[in-house]
């Protein structure tokens, strides 16, 4: 029953913000490199949120369909890219990733000079990236369902000997695990048609380095109690002047962001209280 109430509370308080933030618009712009990228926008006034997706998903499933850019809307303006390889976007790499300077190149476009930027899972990975190369363009930087590991090998260990071990899912969140490796699936067999031999493989992700202490503006984390939360995010406790976590109850790398067709409430909760805590003064 408290489960039933809890929902039908989201989806009342998300139809608002929907009626509040408007209708969301989508636009293309092409890349450095002649790439078309595809973006939404949503909201006319406030700092910028730039949204960025995770492996496999794309802008308007991710955020737009549970709720998470319409309820930011109501104070900022967001931006959610589909990255390379992805939704809308061209794809011109076979089971392709997306590139992280791709979103640096949206901002300019609509000349975004400073944002909050959001990043779930892949997304979280070019927060990292562009925490690392571009750090003049963040107001603040969250991760969702990512974080930067330990490059110490004892450090990691510890951090993960913290992390618990993540039931069978069941019901729902059984069907969302299924669904993410079918679609993983097919994009390995799609591209193994069109290149055989070349296309099980995915690119690899370039070993990133930074220097989170020189890191000045301020950074959340938010995964699910079963999504190695402390495997993520204790270097950046021990590195970060100002960082905050936020572990939710129970969720794990698919239910924080897939299950039930919308964002659990302290997810939304979460991202809108630090964002809002932390923009500039008007």
Same mark, same amino acid.
């Given at each position: 029953?408290?489960?039933?109430?809890?929902?039908?509370?989201? $989806?009342?308080?998300? /139809?608002?913000?929907?009626?509040?933030?408007?209708? =969301?618009?989508?636009?293309?712009?092409?890349?450095?490199?002649?790439?078309?990228?595809?973006?939404?926008?949503?909201?006319?006034?406030?700092? %910028?949120?730039?949204?960025?997706?995770?492996?496999?998903?794309?802008?308007?499933?991710?955020?737009?369909?549970?709720?998470?850019?319409?309820?930011?809307?109501?104070?900022?303006?967001?931006?959610?890219?589909?990255?390379?390889?992805? +939704?809308?976007?061209?794809?011109?790499?076979?089971?392709?990733?997306?590139?992280?300077? #791709?979103?640096?190149?949206?901002? #300019?476009?609509?000349?975004?000079?400073?944002?909050?930027?959001? /990043?779930?899972?892949?997304?979280?990975?070019?927060? !990292?990236?562009?925490?690392?190369?571009? *750090?003049?363009?963040?107001?603040?930087?969250?991760?969702?369902?990512?974080?930067?590991?330990?490059? &110490?090998?004892?450090?990691?260990? =510890?951090?993960?000997?913290?992390? @618990? @071990?993540?039931?069978?899912?069941?019901?729902?969140?059984?069907?969302?695990?299924?669904?993410?490796?079918?679609?993983?699936?097919?994009?390995?067999? =799609?591209? $193994?048609? =069109?290149?055989? +031999?070349?296309?099980?493989?995915?690119?690899?992700? @370039?070993?990133?380095?930074? #220097?989170?202490?020189?890191?000045?503006? *301020?950074?959340?984390?938010?995964?699910?109690?079963? &999504?190695?939360?402390?495997?993520?995010?204790?270097?950046? %406790?021990?590195?970060?002047?100002?960082?905050?976590?936020?572990?939710?109850?129970?969720?794990?790398?698919?239910?924080?962001?897939?299950? /039930?067709?919308?964002? *659990? @409430?302290?997810?939304?909760?979460?991202?809108?209280?630090?964002?809002? !805590?932390?923009?500039?003064?008007?």
């Amino acid at each position: 029953m408290r489960r039933t109430l809890a929902f039908l509370t989201l $989806a009342l308080l998300l /139809g608002v913000a929907n009626a509040q933030a408007g209708e =969301a618009k989508h636009d293309f712009f092409t890349a450095s490199d002649g790439v078309k990228i595809h973006y939404m926008t949503l909201g006319s006034k406030g700092s %910028w949120v730039v949204l960025v997706h995770g492996y496999t998903d794309n802008a308007e499933r991710m955020f737009f369909k549970t709720g998470i850019a319409y309820s930011l809307a109501r104070n900022h303006r967001v931006v959610a890219i589909d990255n390379r390889n992805h +939704g809308k976007s061209d794809k011109p790499e076979l089971n392709g990733l997306g590139r992280a300077e #791709d979103t640096i190149e949206l901002m #300019d476009h609509l000349k975004i000079g400073k944002a909050h930027i959001h /990043g779930y899972s892949m997304g979280g990975g070019f927060v !990292a990236r562009l925490m690392a190369s571009n *750090p003049d363009r963040f107001i603040s930087a969250t991760f969702g369902g990512s974080g930067i590991g330990e490059t &110490d090998e004892k450090l990691r260990a =510890a951090a993960a000997a913290l992390d @618990p @071990p993540m039931p069978e899912p069941q019901g729902a969140e059984a069907v969302a695990f299924t669904q993410l490796r079918e679609s993983s699936t097919a994009r390995t067999q =799609a591209a $193994a048609q =069109a290149a055989p +031999g070349t296309a099980a493989i995915k690119p690899p992700r @370039p070993v990133l380095s930074i #220097d989170l202490k020189s890191i000045q503006f *301020p950074v959340l984390a938010i995964n699910g109690e079963y &999504d190695r939360p402390y495997s993520k995010t204790q270097r950046l %406790w021990r590195e970060l002047a100002n960082f905050q976590n936020v572990v939710i109850p129970k969720k794990n790398h698919v239910s924080a962001i897939m299950v /039930g067709g919308s964002m *659990p @409430p302290e997810y939304i909760d979460a991202l809108n209280k630090f964002i809002d !805590a932390n923009d500039p003064k008007q």
